[in-house]
Nanobody
Framework: VQLQASGGGLVQAGGSLRLSCAAS????????MGWFRQAPGKEREFVAA????????YYADSVKGRFTISRDNAKNTVYLQMNSLKPEDTAVYYC?????????????????WGQGTLVTVSS
């Protein structure tokens, strides 16, 4: 599976962005998907994850209520809608895939990673 993340950019605090992650391969629907982020000088952290069927989602406490993860298996794409953005959301955002029927939050178990897209939130 190859992943291509897009949609990052510069936005003011309180604004919104939607990230997309396009996947190649015919077995996309078999993979649980996750979004992670890494700020300068910090470790990569979990943001959100979704099961293969969209039946389960899970969010980091820091984004709960502001971010929404979704997927369209017909389009081989997973999305991250980010609302009410804060300066502390500034980071490179990565999408990742793992062959799993459950959502997973540990980045070490994910098998495939996109190249990352930069989100900058100004105050």
């Amino acid at each position: 599976v190859q992943l291509q993340a897009s949609g990052g950019g510069l936005v003011q605090a309180g604004g919104s962005l939607r990230l997309s992650c396009a996947a190649s391969g015919r077995t996309f629907s078999s993979y649980a998907m996750g979004w992670f982020r890494q700020a300068p000088g910090k470790e990569r952290e979990f943001v959100a994850a979704i099961s293969w069927s969209s039946g389960s989602t899970y969010y980091a406490d820091s984004v709960k209520g502001r971010f929404t993860i979704s997927r369209d298996n017909a389009k081989n794409t997973v999305y991250l809608q980010m609302n009410s953005l804060k300066p502390e959301d500034t980071a490179v955002y990565y999408c990742a895939a793992v062959l799993s029927i459950v959502v997973l939050t540990n980045p070490r178990v994910y098998d495939y990673w996109g190249q990352g897209t930069l989100v900058t939130v100004s105050s």
